[in-house]
T-cell receptor, first 113, second 112 residues
Framework: AQSVTQPDIHITVSEGASLELRCNYSYGATPYLFWYVQSPGQGLQLLLKYFSGDTLVQGIKGFEAEFKRSQSSFNLRKPSVHWSDAAEYFCAAPNSGNTPLVFGKGTRLSVIA | DAGVTQSPTHLIKTRGQQVTLRCSPKSGHDTVSWYQQALGQGPQFIFQYYEEEERQRGNFPDRFSGHQFPNYSSELNVNALLLGDSALYLC???????????FGPGTRLLVL
């Protein structure tokens, strides 16, 4: 069965600084991988997804993620963080096919001035 | 284009009661999945509906049941509520079971 690990529970960055959120998955020859963002009290918004092809994926809000098969990783990056990026970020991968999704426990991002 | 909608937004119930949550998928989507998100945790898959049938189910007891209607909307029913059922319940829809899922805002259930 698939498992998704987000090693960092909470990260604090300064506004304007770069960001990298880590994600590791356990299973899948060519996995489908997703990053979602959740603002307080809200549902999940899809940031980006990887199915195949170019290992560097561009998403919304200036986010990108890089799939590294050798490291079983799909880390999320942003070159310059804005205060509005403060939220909970979830990495997800399917157990089989494209659903159901298995989520990591999330990384809470705080942004300071 | 309306996204995934859920109702109600918040709900308070007492132990032993029953609750029904509702979800309308994004336009053009025919598959609905339900997830439970406990406080401080990632969402956990409950079940998925496609063509009015339950197609996949996660590790949840039979107290959790659902339904999909011909217009693709869906209901999640939970019987004999326990305190541990308190959570944010998320609905996600997609263009078929194998496609990317888009989430609604969720229904926050509090069981007292």
């Amino acid at each position: 069965a698939q498992s998704v690990t987000q090693p960092d529970i909470h990260i604090t960055v300064s506004e304007g600084a770069s960001l990298e959120l880590r994600c590791n998955y356990s299973y899948g020859a060519t996995p489908y991988l997703f990053w979602y963002v959740q603002s307080p009290g809200q549902g999940l918004q899809l940031l980006l997804k990887y199915f195949s092809g170019d290992t560097l994926v561009q998403g919304i809000k200036g986010f990108e993620a890089e799939f590294k098969r050798s490291q079983s990783s799909f880390n999320l990056r942003k070159p310059s963080v804005h205060w509005s990026d403060a939220a909970e970020y979830f990495c997800a991968a399917p157990n089989s096919g494209n659903t159901p999704l298995v989520f990591g426990k999330g990384t809470r991002l705080s942004v300071i001035a | 284009d309306a996204g995934v909608t859920q109702s109600p937004t918040h709900l308070i119930k007492t132990r032993g009661q029953q609750v029904t949550l509702r979800c309308s998928p994004k336009s053009g989507h025919d598959t609905v999945s339900w997830y439970q998100q406990a406080l401080g945790q990632g969402p956990q898959f409950i079940f998925q509906y496609y063509e009015e049938e339950e197609r996949q189910r996660g590790n949840f007891p039979d107290r959790f049941s659902g339904h999909q209607f011909p217009n693709y909307s869906s209901e999640l029913n939970v019987n004999a509520l326990l305190l541990g059922d308190s959570a944010l319940y998320l609905c996600a829809s997609g263009r078929g079971p194998q496609e990317t899922q888009y989430f609604g805002p969720g229904t926050r259930l509090l069981v007292l």
